[in-house]
């Protein structure tokens, strides 16, 4: 792999000593960056192994259940962390943070970002700036994570370790960054997730001395909990960037290559349908249709009649009117294999004739369509891409159902 080389190649030169001390201090102050962001971000892709210790560290913990063992309460809660926390990954840094699909009060994004913290995938702005990136160049050669152009194992989770994609870059979330509070997380990325490690390591202590009876201990918690279930969810999360552009189908023809997948949905609670998602991407639900589960989008509702936040974005008509009759393309074309194969029998009038012509006629009436224009790819290597929160999609407001 190219990136490897390059890593190894650096590990000799005379810039590396100060190269592994500015990532040290990244540990702490991801903004730290003394020869410019700018810069580091135009650099070739490169594993920048000293930077990446913690994430390093975050897998190998979860050897320590060799030491610590485990108990069914243990074993739960990280059950139960992945899905809470994963809920924070697709509701809040990609729903709202990345999207804007709803809104809430400046405090209540400061409670969302607070939660979204404890996923330990950064901060908030760093996830939202690469996220509208990746829809800006999907599967183009700017896509830091495609696996069509940088291969699986890069596109899951070699480009995080990458030096080059460590900067967020607030000139291009420019709706998030005027809120210092959001900065300061973003920049002290780590402070969320070391106070969540500590705060299960003391549950653990306060369960084993005041309910010895659950069979658990500071330690296990830290374990399983945080190491554990940060790493699943990690993973699970990742699928998205690696997965969710290989496997499932097609339903819109979007000009990338993202799919519709019910594994993935059930993996990331609703982010499986991500050709829905990148057809249309500023609605609250990626699971259009009533049978495409969507449990985020389930979460959020709930969270709507609260009053903490509101102004959740439907999909609009037009779109599912799209997704239909992409359905009844692909009968058609199922009707006209099954005519090629010599299966003429098998079509009775009432069963198949009937509803073949009803949806060649469909087919037809909406083949002045046309096919989905294509993006054209800016010159720029990092856009603003502010602007695309307002209108993302060439679906106008008037069509959204309320
Ligand atoms: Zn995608
Ligand atoms: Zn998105």
Redesign the pocket.
């Known amino acids: 792999m190219p990136a490897l080389v390059s890593a190894s190649a650096s590990s000799s030169s005379p810039g590396f000593a100060r190269r592994a001390l500015t990532a040290v201090s990244q540990w702490i102050d991801s903004d730290y960056c003394p020869d410019g962001a700018e810069k580091m971000r135009n650099e070739p892709d490169r594993v920048d192994w000293v930077r990446v210790m913690p994430f390093v560290v975050l897998h190998l913990g979860c050897l320590g259940i060799i030491w610590v063992g485990v108990s069914a309460f243990a074993a739960w809660s990280a059950v139960f962390l992945y899905f809470i926390r994963m809920f924070a990954v697709t509701g809040i840094h990609h729903r709202y943070f990345s999207h804007k699909t709803y809104s809430t009060s400046r405090f209540g994004q400061f409670i969302l970002a607070l939660w979204a913290g404890t996923t330990v995938q950064r901060g908030s702005l760093w996830w939202a700036y690469h996220h509208r990136h990746?829809h800006q160049h999907?599967d183009g050669a700017e896509d830091a994570h495609s696996p069509h152009v940088h291969g699986f194992i890069w596109s899951h989770i070699g480009w995080i370790t990458s030096r080059r994609n460590f900067p967020t870059d607030y000139s291009k979330i420019k709706d998030l960054a005027k809120f210092p509070e959001l900065v300061w997380l973003n920049r002290f990325d780590l402070v969320v997730p070391i106070l969540f490690a500590f705060s299960l390591l003391g549950l653990g202590m306060a369960l084993e001395r005041f309910a010895p009876g659950l069979g658990t201990n500071g330690p296990q918690m830290l374990i399983w909990g945080f190491f554990v279930s940060t790493t699943a969810l990690f993973h699970g999360t990742a699928c998205?960037?690696s997965m969710?552009?290989l496997m499932g189908k097609r339903r819109f023809k979007t000009d990338?290559d993202?799919r519709n997948s019910f594994i993935l949905a059930i993996i990331c609670l609703g982010e499986g349908w991500?050709n829905n998602h990148?057809r249309f991407q500023s609605c609250t639900r990626n699971g259009f249709y009533w049978w495409e589960i969507d449990p985020t989008y389930y979460g959020l509702k709930l969270m709507s009649w609260t009053g903490f936040i509101w102004g959740l974005k439907s999909v609009p008509k037009s779109i599912l009117e799209e997704g239909s009759h992409a359905d009844h393309h692909k009968s058609v074309a199922a009707a006209a294999r099954s005519v090629e194969a010599g299966h003429q029998s098998a079509y009775s009038t009432l069963r198949h004739v009937v509803p073949a012509a009803a949806a060649i006629a469909v087919a037809t009436a909406t083949a002045a369509r046309g096919e989905l224009p294509k993006k054209e790819e800016p010159p720029a290597m990092h856009k603003d891409l502010s602007s695309e929160i307002v209108n993302p999609s060439s679906a106008s407001a008037a069509d959204t159902v309320v």
């Open positions: 990746h999907s998205i960037n969710a552009h990338d993202s991500h990148h």
